[in-house]
């Protein structure tokens, strides 16, 4: 689910915070900000202070960007994927899509009953000389303990919404979203543990080397063990093997019987 | 073997709170573009470098990519980087810290530059790199700062020595390694206390002459690699040894250095063209010179070496030099001549270099450099070449960072003429200009490199051009004939003439070529002497080259 088309992606976040679209070409685009991402994306915390202490609206501003990959000389801002204005955005985003609760939609007039599933997206990151990433969307089904892998792209197709249709209602999970969680993390180790790990032998090899340098330089001085352990400390920070869980984002889904059945069955 | 996993504990909390309170939940398209993000940013292996893809607008060059991927994979961000001058040290660096700060593994950085380049580092990471980094202020609160630049002596001076000392930083950048070569001194013993996890030392003067230096510098990156300073002292000092005679020393440093030279970068480089610009002297300038030469030949305890040199350069160098040995001097013995000297200099008309160097610029419409060794010179120069209407700046070491960036800028823009003395050697890129006039040779082949390198580096389009001014019948006609071109040294890349040096035990050359002038009795002991030195200067240049093709 890697992000291809960036003018597109960016296009639809403008439209999902209800920024209205003022100029669109094929790679550029000029948005009129609301007030709370001029606030997040701005960075003029003083122009709003003043604002709210003279207890007047304030004017939001707009943005204008040039989304192709080529930097064009005018006034447009230029938008790739390192900008700083990009990585803004991003941090925004993650920071306001953490958690989510959201129903497939139902219609027809038919009582239909929705089933509770925990969707955790996790990020595993390999620290070892180097540092790799591998993301996994994990579906937890709260009733029957179903697990199920790539996640996000099973919903992807679904009609998802904030609130419940009517007619629909919801079916109590019977395994708590906590102990969801931790069979999750749990699926992880059991995982990990039959990968192979030759990656931190590597980083445990050289981690060894570099002690026992630290070792010989430092033994003939006493007056230096502060810096010892210092260094010591350090190499270690730098190269000792560990993998760490982290959560993207997660959310509970409530999905109707159908769709129960077609995902696991997918 | 059995691997600490980490799990996010605290988001399980985090969830449960939040779960129950809609304002803090997303909508599907929200939830699927941070999974989307997460996707796209993360690090697919641990070997291929993902920042070049996050800096379209930068192209690296195949030594400063593998450099990176050097320092990454192999040497696990602890390493020496000592390219030659102008194969872009600075972008080597900046590439590597913007993939640990991409690959997460690096928050907080302090990278210690010269004062003259503290505000490029800050320009070429922030423009370039897209790095936010700052340069220290007096007020710096070095807690909050992510990404800081300062100098070394700033840095090591009180109250900011104990604050940064405290501070654990992720990266350490060192880009005036040279200081680091003696492990007794306070500058050393900062940055071995500095908490860092990776650490690059950045030089562009090669190290491998004394293996004590190289020793030092490598212990700081990583103690104990080549043993303790004893045993160090007792293997390779007693039997004398040459690190690049001994093959298993090299090997081991390859390890933790990387050095690429302009001749194993595979880039063309732009050609060089050298052109030596005689001059001769008016006859009452001749008469001058050949009268401080006269006086000085009978006191034993003075040269006239160092007013020669001057007067070469300009009536106003040597005639304040004289002025000044007169206020200081006790000697009654020669006061009386100088003063007649210094009553002739009043009397000169232009000095005839400086006539020579306004004509050459004149003539075209390029923009010059012109290098001088002495600040009186610098100022008549730029007099002289207003009153023929060519604008010129003038540059010098210990201007203000504002001042230098101002000036570069003006000579960028408007001016067609620089002249700077020696100290602006180090420290800016002038690549929009490829003439240089050495408007007086330096008598040490180092420093003419770096004043080249200053416009012959990686950016430079066209061929450079590097006119030497000598006047004949003079200190500088011996020096030109006798050593510069001997050694053809403006067609050599001077990368082993430090190396060379070091194997005659001739750290100074420049001192090595006064003493000759001040010691001699005769222009022909002189010129037997002078022809010695280059002799054995060129022969082992024969050599070094032939050893390394």
Redesign the interface.
Same mark, same amino acid.
């Given at each position: 689910?890697?992000?291809t088309n960036l003018h597109q992606?960016l296009h639809?976040?403008f439209t999902?915070q209800d920024c209205a679209v003022r100029e669109e070409t094929e790679h550029t685009l000029e948005v009129q900000l609301t007030r709370e991402l001029d606030q997040a994306l701005m960075n003029r915390p003083f122009y709003w202070h003043y604002m709210d202490k003279m207890g007047q609206q304030g004017v939001p501003m707009s943005l204008s960007l040039n989304t192709s990959?080529e930097?064009l000389d005018d006034q447009k801002e230029w938008i790739?994927?390192?900008?700083?204005r990009l990585q803004q955005i991003?941090s925004y985003?993650?920071d306001?899509?953490?958690?989510?609760?959201?129903y497939e939609q139902t219609d027809g007039e038919m009582k239909t009953s929705l089933l509770p599933w925990l969707v955790v997206?996790v990020?595993m990151?390999?620290f070892?000389?180097?540092?790799?990433?591998?993301?996994q969307?994990i579906g937890l089904q709260l009733i029957n303990g179903t697990m199920l892998t790539n996640m996000?792209l099973k919903?992807?197709s679904l009609p998802?919404?904030?609130v419940m249709s009517d007619y629909s209602y919801t079916i109590s999970p019977l395994i708590k979203?906590?102990s969801g969680?931790?069979r999750i993390?749990q699926y992880?180790?059991e995982k990990?543990s039959n990968e192979d790990?030759y990656?931190?032998?590597d980083a445990?090899k050289?981690l060894e080397d570099?002690r026992?340098?630290?070792?010989?330089?430092?033994?003939?001085?006493d007056d230096l063990s502060d810096?010892y352990e210092?260094?010591l400390y350090?190499v270690k920070?730098?190269?000792e093997?560990?993998?760490?869980?982290?959560?993207?984002?997660?959310?509970?889904f409530y999905l109707s019987e159908n769709t129960n059945a077609s995902i696991i069955s997918q | 073997?059995r691997?600490?996993?980490? *799990?996010?504990h605290n988001? !399980?909390s @985090?969830?449960?709170n939040?779960?129950h309170s809609?304002d803090?939940?997303?909508?599907?398209? #929200?939830? *699927?573009?941070?999974?989307? !993000?997460? @996707?796209?940013?993360?690090?697919?292996?641990?070997?291929t470098l993902v920042?070049p893809?996050? #800096?379209?607008?930068l192209t690296f060059l195949p030594h400063q990519q593998k450099c990176a991927e050097t320092v990454?994979?192999e040497m696990?961000?602890r390493a020496l980087l000592a390219d030659e001058v102008g194969l872009g040290k600075t972008i080597e660096a900046g590439l590597i810290l913007k993939e640990f700060l991409i690959?997460?593994?690096v928050q907080k950085v302090l990278i210690l530059a010269p004062a003259s380049l503290v505000n490029q580092w800050a320009l070429e990471l922030n423009k370039k790199f897209?790095i936010?980094a700052l340069t220290a202020g007096k007020r710096t609160n070095w807690q909050a700062a992510n990404i800081i630049i300062t100098t070394l002596d700033t840095a090591k001076r009180e109250p900011h020595r104990s604050a940064i000392l405290e501070q654990n930083y992720d990266f350490v950048i060192v880009d005036e390694a040279h200081k680091l070569k003696n492990h007794q001194t306070k500058n050393y013993q900062f940055v071995?206390?500095l908490?860092?996890?990776?650490f690059l030392l950045l030089t562009a003067t090669p190290v491998q002459n004394k293996l004590t230096d190289i020793f030092n510098l490598i212990?700081l990156i990583?103690?104990?690699?080549l043993?303790?300073y004893?045993d160090f002292l007792q293997l390779y000092r007693d039997q004398k040894k040459e690190m690049e005679k001994d093959p298993y020393l090299k090997q081991l440093i390859s390890k933790v250095m990387v050095r690429n030279r302009r001749e194993d970068t595979g880039i063309e480089w732009t050609k060089r063209k050298v052109e030596t610009i005689w001059v001769e002297f008016s006859e009452e300038e001749q008469a001058v010179y050949d009268l401080i030469e006269t006086i000085f030949q009978g006191v034993q305890a003075f040269s006239s070496v160092t007013y020669k040199r001057e007067f070469c350069s300009s009536r106003e160098a040597c005639y304040l030099s004289l002025k000044k040995w007169l206020e200081s001097s006790e000697s009654m013995e020669i006061k009386e001549e100088i003063q007649q000297v210094m009553a002739r200099i009043e009397q000169l008309p232009h000095h005839a270099k400086a006539l020579k160097v306004a004509e050459l610029i004149k003539k075209s419409d390029e923009k010059f450099i012109v290098f001088t060794e002495y600040r009186a010179t610098q100022i008549y120069l730029q007099w002289l070449l207003k009153q023929e209407g060519i604008p010129a700046v003038i540059y010098r070491g210990g201007f203000k960072k504002g001042k230098k960036d101002w000036m570069r800028q003006l000579f960028q823009e408007h001016a067609q003429v620089m002249i700077a003395t020696e100290a602006a050697g180090e420290g800016i890129n002038l690549q929009f200009c490829h003439h240089l006039i050495n408007y007086d040779l330096p008598w040490n082949p180092m420093r003419l490199e770096q004043r080249i390198g200053r416009i012959h580096r990686y950016g430079q389009e066209n061929d450079v051009t590097i006119y030497n001014l000598a006047t004949k019948q003079t200190m500088e006609e011996q020096v030109m004939e006798l050593l510069y071109n001997k050694i053809s040294l403006f067609e050599n890349v001077i990368g082993q003439l430090d190396q060379i040096l070091a194997k005659l035990e001739m750290k100074n050359l420049e001192k090595e070529i006064s003493q000759i002038f001040a010691e001699s009795n005769s222009a022909g002991e002189t010129k037997i002497k002078m022809e010695n030195l280059s002799s054995v200067i060129s022969s082992m240049v024969d050599e070094q080259v032939g050893e390394t093709s």
């Open positions: 689910m890697k992000l992606f639809d976040f999902i990959p930097k790739h994927f390192g900008s700083p991003f985003i993650q306001k899509a953490r958690i989510t609760l959201l997206n990020k990151e390999y070892g000389k180097q540092k790799k990433d591998h993301i969307s996000m919903l992807d998802l919404q904030r979203p906590s969680f931790y993390f992880f180790e990990l790990m990656w931190a032998s445990q050289a570099e026992k340098l630290l070792e010989h330089f430092f033994s003939k001085n810096l210092q260094e350090r920070e730098r190269l093997p560990k993998i760490s869980l982290k959560v993207i984002n997660a959310g509970l | 073997m691997i600490p996993i980490e *799990k996010d988001f !399980i @985090e969830f449960s939040l779960i809609p803090q939940l997303c909508d599907w398209k #929200l939830f *699927k573009q941070s999974y989307q !993000i997460a @996707e796209t940013l993360k690090i697919e292996d641990f070997d920042s893809k996050f #800096l379209p607008h990454i994979q696990n961000g690959r997460g593994l897209l936010p071995q206390a908490q860092k996890k990776y212990s990583k103690p104990g690699y043993g303790t004893d």
